[in-house]
């Protein structure tokens, strides 16, 4: 298995797909640095925004929104596709004449993972210490205001929040006091792993159906995008007082650091979604396991 995880590794690292990916990633990171220059410039540097709000996956940065538009095209390009160019160029037959069924899928599986949460979790931690390095420590916030403002504290313990949820403070609010920079590097763990559990799930999805490439492209786009509506509709409904609680349908919220409180941040949920994919993922691997070689007899 690990001679076979290790062929895979060096067939994504030299696969244009994933130079693609990386130089994307990168970029967005020193782009959404070099916006903040932008957009404080000519602005006392005590009233920047703090050097740990400023990283490029903080739900508050401006350039948030963009983001999520372009990660989940991005984690499908590396390695999410690389079973369809085996199967599409009669290579299956070749490569399992050399090692075991199991040993191929899985090692697609553990490679996709492995090369999407480097992709991800690389050019994030180059952001974050680029703006914990260059960027002023001035404790302002773009949600909460200065750590003076009166609504800090009830912003992070979820006492402004208008309508009822379940967890209404600040995740990790302890580390979050204590060390951001840790808090964010424990986020861009977090992120890293979703977008290569949500990637490999892709991959694992191409076992059992196979469109054309650019097919496999959409399907994650699409499914974030309508939880996203449904939440923001929930959410309304919610401030209304039209239902009696509310937790967040919006998985990116779970995964991206908030400086006031994640609104209806509910850990079941995620669990609970994290135990689909995984089964999903596992029940895929096994029918491709058992099925791989009967469309191409």
């Given amino acids: 298995m690990k001679k076979s995880v290790s062929v895979q590794l060096k067939s994504l ?11 994307i990633m990168l970029s967005y990171a020193s782009i959404s640095f070099l916006y903040v220059f932008w957009n404080f ?8 925004v703090d050097a ?29 596709t690389s079973y369809l160019d085996d199967y599409n160029n009669q290579l299956l037959p070749a490569y399992l004449s050399r090692i075991s069924r199991k040993s191929y899928y899985y090692s697609k599986l553990i490679a996709c993972f492995i090369g999407v949460f480097l992709t991800v979790g690389i050019p994030l931690v180059y952001n974050t210490l680029l703006c ?16 003076q403002s009166k609504y800090f504290s009830q912003m992070l313990l979820g006492q402004t929040i ?25 986020y861009v763990g977090f992120y890293s792993g979703y977008a290569a559990l949500l990637a490999t799930l892709v991959a694992a999805i191409s076992f059992r159906w196979k469109p054309k490439k650019i097919v496999l492209f959409f399907p994650l ?28 349908l919006n998985l990116d919220s779970y995964f991206a650091p908030s400086y006031g409180a994640v609104a209806g941040w509910f850990p079941p949920f995620f669990l609970f979604v994290t135990i689909v994919l995984l089964f999903a993922i596992i029940r895929l691997s096994r029918w491709g396991i058992a099925h791989d070689l009967e469309s191409l007899q």
Avoid: Q
Avoid at 41 to 48: K, L, Q, T
Avoid at 132 to 147: A, I, K, M, Q, T
Avoid at 168 to 185: D, S, V
Avoid at 232 to 242: P, Q
């Fill in 162 to 186: 208008i309508s009822d949820t379940f967890f209404a403070k600040l995740p990790f609010l302890r580390l979050f006091l204590t060390n951001r920079l840790l808090y964010n590097l424990l």
């Fill in 13 to 23: 690292f030299a696969s244009r797909d994933w130079k693609i990916a990386w130089i």
């Fill in 221 to 248: 786009f699409v499914v974030l995008y309508l939880l996203r509506v449904i939440d923001s509709f929930l959410l309304n409904l919610a401030a209304v007082g039209s239902v009696s609680y509310y937790f967040s």
């Fill in 52 to 80: 740990n709000e400023s990283v490029c996956y903080s739900m508050t940065h401006p350039l948030y929104n963009a983001f999520l538009f372009l990660y989940p095209f991005v984690i499908v390009l590396p390695f999410s």
């Fill in 132 to 147: 914990n390095l260059l960027l002023p420590h001035s404790g302002y916030s773009y949600s909460l205001g200065g750590w």
């Fill in 41 to 48: 410039r000519g602005v006392d540097v005590s009233a920047w």
